[in-house]
């Protein structure tokens, strides 16, 4: 409440009794610098009221008290957050020379705390030059046993639900959100008449305010406006009533339809998350896309907008159960119009990516064997595997006899056995047999195993490795002193390869959003990066958690929400959503390291009652949080008169440069113009004819033009 401000003054014939006139100043002086304390303290304190749902229209909220003398006093209303209009403008009277200001509700004043709990009131004070403005909060208490009919079901036009006439008969349409309806007891009727035939059927609501189609149905009755009047009575003498208008809704005459209605894709399983995997695209207008089976889909997601189909999470085989087959159902359907519909099969088959060859142990065999040995004695088995898919069938093929003209090893599937009888009495059976075993997978490219890693690789320390293969024939035993040598160089290339996770700053958000229905909203961006490595600024962004609907999703680093994914009901209290983000850095290589960052959404939905399509009781959250965002704009609103100055002063300034441009004008063609004296008095005597001759004449004139440009330059 604003203080009293009371300035009292005497008469011009009065004197203070026991003050001089300079202790008279300094107590005025005291007494202004305790006024402006006052004001100062009132300017920053706001005033807090608590006021009951059941307060009607002319409830007066707060009263204010002002004491100002010499002028008229204003109280303004500037400003109501939400916006309503709950509030009348506040009033000022005069009462035994104290002015009194109220704030009362309007007429049209329908207090719900379950609809809206915190208004805030902004007043503005004015008397003469002080103009004192501040803040009136009022909180809306919820008041236990009240109830009401509130939102479009009570105004004239009622509340106007549109359904298609192909609707099923006994299809729910619409449910009533009143405060009260859990109250044991509450009746619902309609008791306007439905008779034929221009009703196909009585329409009909339960207890919980679901209103249901007729069980003959709505086809043949497009164009048709169906005004249902229904009563609700609460118990205890509360009852209102309300009207709603049912508007049937021909079929579109432009079906949405897809080209084909099934299609089957295929991608290798090396996508990262994010990766796109096919377009579909159906004919129709302002359509969208949206996947109904699974639901949710923990592989694939849709855009809503453009119905590309990308991956959500790495899609491995060997990790990734059942991603080798993945059935998709994906439906459009017209924004305005979702019922005018088509469905596909979309199925996406995953192909295994060969990444690592075979590895086989031991991967060097050296035995030694008596030349009684029989043919078919196993030498070794292999064991060797595929990292790529375990289980996976190999391909062993034996390379490079030594001697060659001798078969004396086979391999029998992943056996080697002794080929031929072994004899060291022949030149060349014996000192060393030798054979290379290669090992195929069955994966695309296929990879085999000539070369092995058996440190760590560092792409800071060392990006690039040279190896000489050096080659020695042991293949003759003539003169095992004397050997033939060969020599390869191989060169390898480190790729850089992440050695660290990302960091999210912050790593924990929460936020509060408003939506509408039908409109996307940038809820934050999340900023992730590398100190280790700055340069990488590429990673890949999926949510993970609490977004069964799909109604969130994220644009790069951008999360949105979609509010148009949802489907009826739409909920009509705030929501709160807590959503992992799961943050890898993107690349070709593996393993891709990531980090998770925590965003809570609380959803505050704006509309007051929505059309639902399932029987869902409306739960009354036991607390309430208020409904206010302030932003606040900064912008240069200059003085007055500084702007009269700044456009005086540029006038000056413009009107001295013209004159000064005008004089050296004048000044310079007047140098021109006029000859020196010198040049005059030979003229005149060339005229008259005393001396000189024409040569002079023009010696004369050449003399002055080249005195001109000095003189242009002197004024200059």
Request: negative net charge; contains cysteine; charged residues 15%.
């Amino acid at each position: 409440m604003f203080e009293q401000l009371t300035w009292q003054r005497g008469g011009p014939d009065k004197q203070p009794p026991l003050l001089s006139l300079q202790a008279t100043m300094v107590l005025l002086r005291f007494l202004m610098l305790l006024f402006a304390l006052i004001v100062s303290d009132l300017h920053s304190l706001p005033w807090f009221i608590n006021v009951s749902e059941r307060e009607g229209p002319g409830t007066i909220l707060q009263s204010f008290s002002f004491n100002c003398s010499s002028h008229m006093p204003t109280l303004e209303l500037v400003n109501v957050q939400p916006p309503t209009t709950f509030f009348n403008p506040p009033s000022l009277t005069r009462w035994q020379g104290i002015y009194v200001g109220k704030v009362t509700l309007s007429s049209s004043a329908r207090l719900d705390a379950l609809a809206v709990n915190h208004y805030e009131l902004q007043l503005r004070y004015t008397c003469g030059n002080l103009v004192m403005e501040g803040p009136l909060f009022v909180d809306v208490q919820r008041a236990s046993g009240h109830v009401q009919c509130v939102g479009q079901f009570v105004s004239p036009g009622g509340e106007i639900i549109q359904v298609p006439e192909t609707v099923k008969p006994g299809a729910q349409l619409y449910t009533l959100l009143l405060p009260g309806l859990e109250v044991q007891g509450t009746q619902i009727n309609i008791i306007s008449a439905q008779d034929p035939p221009y009703f196909p059927g009585p329409f009909s609501i339960s207890e919980q305010g679901c209103l249901q189609a007729p069980s003959q149905g709505l086809k043949g009755h497009a164009q048709k406006i169906f005004r249902l009047q229904i009563s609700v009575f609460f118990g205890q003498g509360q009852s209102c009533q309300g009207m709603l208008m049912v508007k049937v809704l021909p079929v579109p005459s432009s079906q949405v339809s897809f080209l084909q209605k099934t299609q089957s894709i295929t991608i290798p399983e090396d996508k990262v998350p994010g990766s796109k995997v096919v377009q579909v695209q159906a004919r129709g207008f302002d359509l969208r896309y949206e996947i109904f089976s699974p639901m949710p889909s923990p592989l694939y997601s849709i855009g809503s907008a453009d119905g590309v189909v990308r991956t959500t999470v790495p899609l491995e085989l060997a990790h990734a159960r059942g991603a080798a087959v993945t059935k998709l159902q994906v439906k459009a359907f017209e924004r305005l119009r979702p019922w005018a519909s088509a469905e596909l099969d979309l199925t996406v088959n995953v192909l295994s990516v060969n990444r690592w060859p075979p590895h086989c142990i031991p991967a060097l065999l050296v035995t030694q064997i008596p030349e009684t040995s029989p043919v078919g004695t196993v030498l070794n088995t292999l064991t060797c595997t595929d990292p790529d898919s375990t289980g996976a069938t190999l391909d062993y093929q034996l390379w490079l006899h030594s001697p060659p003209d001798l078969a004396s090893l086979c391999l029998r599937d992943r056996v080697l056995e002794v080929n031929a009888t072994l004899d060291c009495d022949t030149p060349g059976a014996c000192f060393q047999h030798a054979a290379s075993i290669l090992v195929l997978d069955h994966g695309q490219p296929q990879m085999t195993r000539e070369i092995h890693l058996l440190g760590t690789l560092d792409y800071e320390q060392q990006r690039l490795y040279r190896l000489i293969v050096l080659l020695i024939d042991h293949g003759q035993d003539w003169d095992p002193t004397y050997h033939r040598s060969g020599s390869c160089t191989i060169t390898i290339e480190v790729e850089d390869v992440n050695d660290h996770p990302p960091e999210c700053e912050p790593p924990f958000q929460e936020l509060t959003i408003y939506t509408t229905l039908g409109h996307s909203v940038e809820v934050t961006k999340v900023s992730c990066w590398i100190p280790q490595e700055p340069q990488r600024l590429t990673f890949s962004y999926s949510i993970m958690g609490e977004n069964s609907k799909n109604q969130f999703r994220m644009q790069e680093a951008i999360l949105v929400h979609n509010y148009s994914l949802l489907e009826p009901p739409w909920p009509e209290q705030s929501c709160t959503y807590e959503l992992l983000i799961h943050v890898a850095d993107a690349g070709p290589f593996i393993p891709h390291l990531s980090t998770t960052a925590t965003i809570i959404v609380h959803l505050v939905p704006w509309r007051a009652s929505t059309v639902a399509t399932s029987t869902q009781r409306t739960t009354v959250p036991s607390v309430m949080t208020s409904l206010l965002v302030t932003n606040t704009e900064t912008f240069w609103h200059p003085e007055p008169w500084f702007v009269v100055v700044l456009t005086a002063t540029g006038a000056l300034l413009l009107l001295a440069l013209g004159w000064l441009v005008s004089k050296l004008l004048q000044r310079f063609t007047q140098v021109l113009k006029a000859p020196s004296k010198p040049a005059q008095a030979l003229m005149l005597n060339s005229i008259q004819g005393n001396e000189g001759s024409i040569e002079g004449f023009m010696d004369a004139q050449r003399m002055e033009m080249s005195r001109a440009p000095s003189s242009v330059m002197n004024l200059v």
